[in-house]
């Protein structure tokens, strides 16, 4: 088993900036990928962006692209998710989520290990 812990969820003004950290603990494994997610009240969960642990490949989602950046410490099984120039409509639940297979998805049903989620608020 896996457990993912997120964190570094808050109430931020538009324009600021945020890190989320998604802590891996458990089984931890140096292959596959971790994915940032995203839900707000009444939407589907969307992909935000992604990295697979080798850092060899990495996937924003085009609502992000240019303003959010993933980063992952392996020695720390930590991946990172760097959130700039903040906006109303970032504002969501945040989950990791982890994968086997040494690629990024924005597929949610290929993510077998699943954070509790952080809030986001993104003021304006």
């Known amino acids: 088993q896996v457990q993912l812990v997120e964190s570094g969820g808050g109430l931020v003004q538009a324009g600021g900036s945020l890190r989320l950290s998604c802590a891996a603990s458990g089984r931890t494994f140096s292959t596959g990928a971790v994915g940032w997610f995203r839900q707000a009240p009444g939407k589907e969960r969307e992909f935000v962006a992604g990295i697979t642990w080798s850092g060899d490949s990495i996937t924003y989602g085009d609502s992000v692209k240019g303003r959010f950046t993933i980063s992952r410490d392996n020695a720390k099984h930590t991946v990172y998710l760097q959130m700039n120039s903040l906006k109303p409509e970032d504002t969501a639940v945040y989950y990791c989520?982890?994968?086997?297979?040494?690629?990024?998805?924005?597929?949610?049903?290929?993510?077998?290990?699943w954070g509790q989620g952080t809030q986001v608020t993104v003021s304006s």
């Open positions: 989520a982890a994968k086997f297979g040494q690629f990024v998805s924005d597929i949610t049903t290929l993510y077998t290990y």
